[in-house]
Every structure is written in C-alpha cells, then in structure tokens.
C-alpha cells in the first residue's frame, strides 16, 4: 500500500515551453501534497504544499507563477513549470501524504526535467 | 525555524559491518517526528525510521535502530549487519506535529552518502 505514481519519469523540452508533470496517489486519498525539487547531490528543497482543493502555499522564493500546481482531486496533483528555461532544469519529487497516516510522507520516484 | 544538520557527508563501512550515521536539530518544539529516509542511486525517497518525539523508546526496524536523545537534540541512525543494498543517500528530517488532521512540511538535512564496501 501508499503508492505514489509520478509521471514522467524523464522529461526533454525546448526553452520556453511548458511542461507538466503528474503525482498520483494509487491506493489512498492524499489530503496533502508536497512538492520538492533536488539538485545534483543535494537535498531536498520544498517547493509547495497542496492541499486538495486549495490554492498551494509556496515556499519563499519559489515563483508562483512559474511553478503553479494543481490538486484538484485526493488523488491527483500536477506541477506545471511554464516557459521553462536551462535553469529550471532539475530533479523533481513529490510526496503525498495518506489521511490515516498524516504523519508519513510517501514519495513518487521523481521526474528529471531537462530544458535545452 | 527548525534545523537539521547532518555533520558526515560521505562514510563508508565494509559488507556485514554496523555504522552509524548522525544527525542533530534545532526546534523549540516538543512534539514532533523525526525522520530517517533513504534514497538509493535510482533516487526514489524510501522511509527508513521513524521517531515520535513523545516516545522514549528508540525506534528499530529489523538492521536499523535509532538512538534518539531528546535533551540532546540527537537523533542518530546505526545500521547493523550492512548489505550492498544499503547503499545511498541518508536524509535525516524533521516534522512539527500538526494538530487538525493535517500533514506538516519535511525539513530535511543535507544527507550523508554511504558506501558499503564488498
């Protein structure tokens, strides 16, 4: 049980379009999602926290308008990187957290975004 | 704010060898979760252990047990028996416990990448 599915896996695309990645909790109703990103050899770094239903509270410094994440559903939660550039190349995880488990983070096995 | 500091950034223990790994924080907080996760080379997050700051008792789980030092702000993580398998990225992270039904932020530490030698 507590499987979080994220997809893609892997991600190529040009400068200045957008890209759209999925975490989906398989088996249980994700109250809250966590959105983090993770560079070479670092930590990680939270991005957001999604609430289902509710606008994300962003982490300082994280732009909103170019990271906007959507939890419509307990089970679904995207991140969209919008007019991506080299920068914004990166490892990015989520995490999802089970309503009778709320102390437990569960993660999706990341996506790699690179941005040519 | 809350702080988690992971001192090694790098160890290295032989095949069946035990090693510990450390981790220190900073909170004023009394109730919270602490954290051992592990991320191997394919970079998937997996929970280790976990600690409930209310609880006295160390955590185990089969080769991995915590020693967790509450006055100290100690939370360190011995793996016994070590397997190849073993080999990765250590985070140590920190939970403040939220009351309402929600869940509360990870706050992660820089990590310690161990090697287990054959």
């Known amino acids: 049980g507590a499987v979080v599915s994220q997809h893609p896996s892997w991600v190529i695309c040009k400068s200045g379009t957008s890209v759209k990645i999925e975490c989906r909790s398989l088996?249980?109703?994700?109250?809250?999602m966590f959105w983090y990103r993770q560079f070479p050899k670092q930590s990680l770094m939270l991005m957001a926290t999604?609430?289902?239903?509710?606008?994300?509270?962003?982490e300082q410094g994280v732009e909103k308008d170019k990271f906007l994440i959507n939890h419509a559903s307990l089970t679904l939660s995207t991140l969209t990187v919008t007019s991506a550039h080299p920068e914004d190349s990166s490892f990015y995880i989520c995490?999802?957290?089970?309503?009778?488990?709320?102390?437990?983070?569960?993660f999706g096995a990341g996506t790699r975004l690179s941005v040519l | 704010a809350q702080t988690v500091t992971q001192s090694q950034p790098e160890m290295s223990v032989q095949e069946a060898e035990t090693v510990t790994l450390s981790c220190t924080y900073d909170?004023?907080?009394?109730?919270?979760?602490l954290f051992w996760y592990k991320q191997p080379p394919s970079r998937q997050m997996i929970l280790v252990i976990r600690?409930?700051?209310?609880?006295?008792q160390n955590a185990t789980e089969n080769r991995f047990s915590v020693n967790f030092q509450k006055a100290a702000k100690s939370f360190s993580l011995k793996i016994s028996d070590s397997q190849l398998g073993d080999t990765a990225m250590y985070f140590c992270?920190?939970?403040?416990?939220?009351?309402?039904?929600?869940?509360?932020?990870?706050?992660f530490g820089t990590g310690t990448l161990l090697a287990v030698q054959p």
């Open positions: 995490s999802a957290a089970n309503r009778d488990q709320v102390n437990i983070q569960y």
């Open positions: 088996d249980f109703q994700a109250t809250t």
């Open positions: 999604s609430n289902e239903g509710s606008k994300a509270t962003y």
């Open positions: 909170t004023s907080e009394s109730n919270y979760y």
């Open positions: 600690q409930e700051a209310y609880k006295q």
């Open positions: 992270a920190f939970m403040k416990l939220f009351y309402g039904g929600a869940t509360n932020k990870l706050i």
